[in-house]
């Protein structure tokens, strides 16, 4: 079954404290990003990747670092979370050709 | 600056009513425009429009986009309480895979 994976679904933390979120597709999309979401604010892009090490920024990059090693994995880190980080956040991707996105289950993160 | 402005902010209606959701935009150089309904967790993916007069359409959900006016429709025919949800509306900019997504239009139907 093709699908987005994001791990963890729910995630409390505590500012300063280094955390990983997971993504992971089983459909050999060369692009993937990371959104998050915000009351009143709607969805807004962090960093996309459009291959193997090639990563970049989105709209809102500041205190988040990405990779993208191989292909099937698209990690997003926040090296030192901060409350105003806390928000939903969706991996998407979609193939080179014209097609929609397909969004992951999304991680709800709480800096406290 | 909202490039992409989604109108009404929210609705509420019965079952079996038809409602027209909005998206309006200013970017003139886009790829796609996309539509998606958000109900409890991850957007899913409904239309992709990129030219301007065809109509797409799935089931009771159909949608168009005029690029001389900016703007594009979203048609729920028939509502039923399962479309409940959030739309959002989102561009695919020119250059690159980003998509601009307006705030969205919560839609409440109610039975």
């Known amino acids: 079954e093709a699908q987005v994976t994001q791990n963890p679904r729910y995630l409390i933390t505590v500012t300063g404290k280094k955390l990983t979120v997971t993504c992971s597709q089983n459909m050999n999309h060369e692009y993937m990003s990371w959104y998050r979401q915000d009351p009143g604010l709607g969805l807004r892009q962090i960093y996309y990747?459009?291959?193997?090490?090639?990563?970049d920024k989105g709209d809102v990059p500041e205190g988040y670092k990405v990779s993208r090693k191989e292909k099937r994995n698209f990690p997003l880190i926040l090296e030192s979370p901060s409350p105003n980080q806390t928000s939903l956040y969706f991996c998407a991707t979609r193939p080179h050709s014209n097609y929609g996105y397909t969004f992951g289950s999304g991680t709800r993160l709480t800096v406290v | 600056e909202d490039k992409v402005v989604q109108s009404p902010l929210s609705l509420v209606v019965h079952e079996g009513d038809t409602v027209t959701l909005n998206c309006s935009y200013e970017?003139?150089?886009?790829?796609?425009l996309l539509w998606y309904k958000q109900e409890k967790k991850a957007p899913t993916f409904l239309f992709m429009l990129t030219s301007s007069g065809i109509e797409k359409k799935s089931g009771r959900l159909s949608s168009i986009l005029d690029k001389k006016e900016l703007f594009s429709i979203l048609n729920i025919t028939a509502t039923q309480t399962g479309d409940s949800a959030i739309y959002l509306c989102?561009?695919?900019?020119?250059?690159?895979?980003?998509?601009?997504f307006g705030k969205g239009t919560s839609l409440l139907v109610t039975p």
């Open positions: 990747s459009m291959n193997v090490e090639v990563t």
């Open positions: 970017v003139t150089n886009f790829r796609s």
């Open positions: 989102a561009l695919r900019r020119d250059s690159g895979y980003a998509l601009n």
